[in-house]
């Protein structure tokens, strides 16, 4: 059932008489999916309803976060897919190199019993597998360099550096950090605090470095066709993440809000040292840009 409330309204009804009016008013629904008693589930589009099946209603629970992508069960690999020696890096991070591979797999709820057989979740290939395009084409960062301050196309093309990462979500983030490192620019400005001058980066490393740890940690992963873009130009470097921001996270609140789609994958991530898990990031990144006299809209 939806959340609401009722009230009523004293009027004139059309024959000229006191009445009464009933008033419900719906709230929106955040995380939940609302369904009708005989478990349907419909989409307001314009003037039309739309009745949801398939992958668009999982799709609307993805973005609700009534259901993890990230908890549901990977049919095809198993544990010997996974990378050993990452696995051995994440006992000794959160300090369990007494217990077992499988052990520390399921006391973190990456492994799940399923009519007896053990199967492993998307999370826990996501973060551990030796080759993950086995399992996720797109689960890649794709860099694009433009020659100039726009995107062409067709005879107009100007792309001149076209890279792929593609590596479990545990190495691909220090794997791209030092990718972009290789094509950002240096300049020489005045420091005018000090009155020498000294060399600065194209951008402020953490800014874009957040950037790039919020998307692999927030993508929409259910969207298997898509893969995270980092597009850059002459002016400007433009950070693409699959999936529309989460839950109640919008562009008014980013700042203050924090919702994590991914909270297995946003722990790790955050146990191997990438995040806080504290929403301080995204304020570092406009303060830093700010700093740099950059617009905060880039």
């Known amino acids: 059932m939806p959340m609401y409330t009722e009230e009523f309204l ?5 024959t000229g008489q006191p009445d009464r009016l009933l008033l419900f008013q719906i709230q929106e629904s955040i995380d939940q999916i609302v369904r ?11 003037d039309r309803t739309k009745e949801l099946r398939g992958d ?17 069960l990977d049919w095809d690999a198993t544990i010997d897919d996974l990378d050993k020696e990452l696995l051995s890096e994440y006992k000794a991070r959160i300090g369990a190199e007494n217990l077992s591979n499988e052990q520390i797999l399921k006391v973190r709820g990456f492994i799940k019993n399923i009519n007896g057989m053990e199967r492993l979740t998307h999370a826990a290939v996501l973060l551990f597998a030796k080759n993950i395009p086995q399992f996720y084409p797109n689960c890649r960062i794709r860099f694009l360099r433009y ?21 479990p979500l545990l190495r691909i983030i220090d794997k791209t950090r030092e990718f972009i490192k290789t094509q950002l620019r240096e300049f020489t400005m005045l420091n005018v605090k000090s009155g020498q001058f000294q ?24 969207m298997s066709g898509s893969f995270i873009k980092v597009s ?20 008014e609140n980013i700042k203050e809000t924090r919702y994590s789609r991914n909270p297995r994958i946003s722990r ?23 700093n740099f006299f950059l617009d905060e809209s880039l």
């Open 10 to 14: 004293n009027i004139v009804n059309e």
């Open 268 to 290: 790790v991530l955050t146990e191997f040292g990438w995040g806080r898990e504290l929403n301080e990031g995204v304020n570092r990144i406009y303060n830093d840009m700010k």
């Open 147 to 167: 020659d100039g301050t726009f995107a062409g196309v067709g005879t107009n093309i100007n792309i001149i550096r076209d890279t792929s990462i593609e590596t």
């Open 56 to 72: 668009d209603l999982r799709n609307l629970e993805y973005a609700k976060i009534t259901r993890h992508y990230e908890d549901e």
């Open 232 to 251: 850059m130009y002459d002016d400007r470097l433009v950070i693409e993440s699959p999936g529309k921001l989460p839950n109640i996270v919008t562009l």
């Open 36 to 46: 009708t008693s005989n478990d349907c589930t419909f989409l307001r589009i314009g």
């Open 199 to 222: 060399i600065v980066p194209e951008y402020p490393e953490f800014a874009w470095q957040e950037g790039i740890v919020n998307a692999v940690t927030h993508r929409e992963y259910a």
